[in-house]
Structures are given as C-alpha cells and as structure tokens.
C-alpha cells in the first residue's frame, strides 16, 4: 500500500523545486519546440523542470513509473505513476503572466488515465 499523505508531501516538495528553478529561469526561457500547434510551445525551462522532477523521482521513488508531458513515459514496478507537467501553462509563463505551475500527481491504475485513482 502506497502512503497518500507521504507521496502529497513528496509531490508539493518537488513542485516546489522545480517551480523555483522556472522562477529564477524565467529571464532566460527561450521556445526550443512546438509540439502540436505554434502555441503548444516547449521551452528549455520545461525542459530543465521536467528533467529535476524526473532524477528526484528516480532518487527517490526508483521503482516508481514517471509520465512526464516533455519526455519519453519511464516504466515502474511499484504501480505508482508520476504524472508531471513541468510548467502547466507555458504561454502565460513565457510573456510574463502569472498564471502558470508545475504540475506533479501520484496515480495508480495502470497506463489508461481513465481507470487511474489520484493518490497525491
């Protein structure tokens, strides 16, 4: 059984990281890709977030699968996944609105995001 309290604890420290390394980087985020439309943008802070959620997750919780909306989905054994966007909002955060975040969830349930139940 997976501990709802301690994985929301671990989830609000590592938005927490990450969301003060978007902070401090804003002056500097630059677009580096499009994905599915010209304002579907990525930016090298989503880039850099999602890679410090995803080497503290695996420090922390190794056998736990990361899906991460920058990278590739990485596989666990524990049956939690991660589920991270490491700037939710990157247009507002990119012209200096302050409606953005980082998003990170413990689910569990497998691959289809219909049977998952949120832990944290």
Do not use: C
Request: proline share 5%; charged share 20%; glycine share 8%.
């Amino acid at each position: 059984m997976h501990s709802p309290i301690e994985l929301m604890d671990l989830a609000a420290t590592l938005a927490k990281e990450a969301g003060e390394l978007v902070i401090e980087g804003r002056a500097r985020a630059a677009v580096t890709s499009t994905k599915s439309s010209p304002i579907d943008i990525v930016t090298q802070m989503d880039v850099a977030a999602e890679t410090l959620l995803r080497s503290r997750l695996a420090e922390l919780r190794p056998d736990d699968a990361i899906l991460g909306e920058e990278g590739e989905e990485t596989h666990g054994t524990s049956g939690v996944t991660w589920v991270v966007d490491p700037i939710d909002g990157t247009v507002n955060y990119l012209y200096g609105l302050p409606h953005f975040a980082v998003s990170v969830a413990a689910v569990e349930g497998g691959t289809d995001p219909a049977t998952w139940r949120i832990l944290a």
